[in-house]
């Protein structure tokens, strides 16, 4: 949805454009680009962290052409003016605007943390969003199963199955480009992980809303004993309807997170 190449080109410039005795060269964009690109990669490796990316960069591009530049100071300013970048791809909007009124929508992404809440609020496209996923907030970057599996937990109302059998239709990328593996990688880990949550036991609960509770919702077992209050989230309240009750499959995972599956008809 945002246009990061050109929110980079231009933070480049900018940047550059502040400093007097710096000129950014094509030669040095070349480089840089070199640089940047594998200090991504190696962090979505875990070979290194969001600071070591950050912070690297400009000091290794500066030393390799004998510029005499502090290059954290001037990451920082670039930071800034990466910040301020708000540009949307064509037609974003329009798009967001229709997913938004048939699906709970959610940014996962790996960029700084600060750049990327300026940007959605500079667009002002993080209204159409349920919740944004930075992995420096989180402290595991995609594609890693540990990444996804936090995101998935917050992710209250989420159709596992259905998103199983769609990944599986769309398969991987023909392309052999760092973005189409990056998305092969995801899918990969994605489709892994929705097939180990279903070796767990399946269950039949009752999802109650509370009535003196407020924003609560009681969630019993078969022996109609109370085994979690989860709040009444947006999602959790159109399941509902006008309905005080439902019973639904879900499985309950290793870390004691409970995964909502397809509605069922029973009573206990």
């Given at each position: 949805?945002?246009?990061?190449n050109k929110a980079e080109?231009?933070?480049?410039?900018n940047?550059?454009?502040?400093?007097?005795?710096?000129?950014?060269t094509e030669?040095?964009?070349q480089r840089?680009?070199?640089?940047?690109?594998?200090?991504?990669k190696?962090?979505?490796?875990?070979l290194?962290?969001?600071?070591?990316?950050v912070?690297t960069r400009?000091?290794?591009?500066?030393?390799?052409?004998?510029?005499?530049e502090?290059?954290i100071?001037?990451?920082?300013?670039?930071?800034?003016?990466l910040g301020e970048?708000?540009?949307?791809?064509p037609?974003?909007r329009d798009?967001?605007?229709?997913?938004?009124?048939?699906?709970?929508?959610y940014?996962?992404?790996?960029?700084?943390s600060?750049?990327?809440?300026?940007r959605?609020?500079?667009t002002c496209i993080d209204q159409?969003f349920?919740?944004?996923?930075?992995?420096e907030?989180i402290?595991?970057?995609?594609?890693?199963?540990?990444y996804?599996?936090?995101?998935?937990?917050k992710?209250?109302?989420i159709?596992l199955?259905?998103?199983?059998?769609?990944l599986?239709?769309i398969?991987?990328?023909d392309?052999?480009?760092?973005w189409s593996k990056g998305?092969?990688?995801a899918?990969d880990?994605?489709?892994?992980?929705i097939e180990e949550?279903r070796?767990?036991?399946v269950?039949i609960?009752k999802?109650?809303r509370a009535?003196?509770?407020g924003?609560k919702v009681?969630?019993?077992d078969?022996?109609?004993?109370?085994?979690?209050?989860i709040?009444?989230?947006?999602?959790?309240?159109e399941?509902f309807g006008s309905?005080y009750?439902?019973?639904r499959?879900?499985?309950?995972?290793k870390s004691?997170?409970l995964h909502?599956?397809?509605?069922v008809?029973a009573y206990?």
């Amino acid at each position: 949805m945002l246009d990061f190449n050109k929110a980079e080109e231009q933070a480049l410039i900018n940047t550059f454009s502040k400093n007097i005795i710096l000129y950014l060269t094509e030669q040095m964009n070349q480089r840089y680009e070199q640089i940047n690109k594998q200090l991504w990669k190696d962090f979505e490796n875990g070979l290194i962290d969001k600071k070591t990316i950050v912070y690297t960069r400009f000091v290794q591009l500066f030393q390799e052409f004998g510029i005499d530049e502090d290059g954290i100071a001037f990451e920082d300013d670039y930071q800034d003016a990466l910040g301020e970048g708000y540009f949307l791809l064509p037609h974003a909007r329009d798009i967001l605007e229709k997913l938004y009124q048939k699906y709970p929508l959610y940014v996962v992404t790996n960029g700084v943390s600060k750049t990327q809440y300026s940007r959605l609020k500079g667009t002002c496209i993080d209204q159409y969003f349920q919740d944004i996923f930075v992995s420096e907030d989180i402290g595991y970057q995609k594609p890693t199963r540990e990444y996804f599996d936090y995101c998935f937990k917050k992710m209250k109302n989420i159709d596992l199955d259905r998103l199983h059998n769609y990944l599986h239709e769309i398969g991987g990328c023909d392309a052999d480009d760092d973005w189409s593996k990056g998305w092969d990688d995801a899918v990969d880990t994605i489709i892994n992980q929705i097939e180990e949550w279903r070796k767990e036991p399946v269950m039949i609960v009752k999802f109650q809303r509370a009535i003196l509770g407020g924003n609560k919702v009681l969630v019993y077992d078969k022996r109609e004993t109370i085994c979690q209050e989860i709040p009444l989230t947006k999602d959790i309240r159109e399941l509902f309807g006008s309905r005080y009750k439902m019973y639904r499959k879900c499985t309950l995972d290793k870390s004691g997170f409970l995964h909502i599956g397809k509605e069922v008809k029973a009573y206990f």
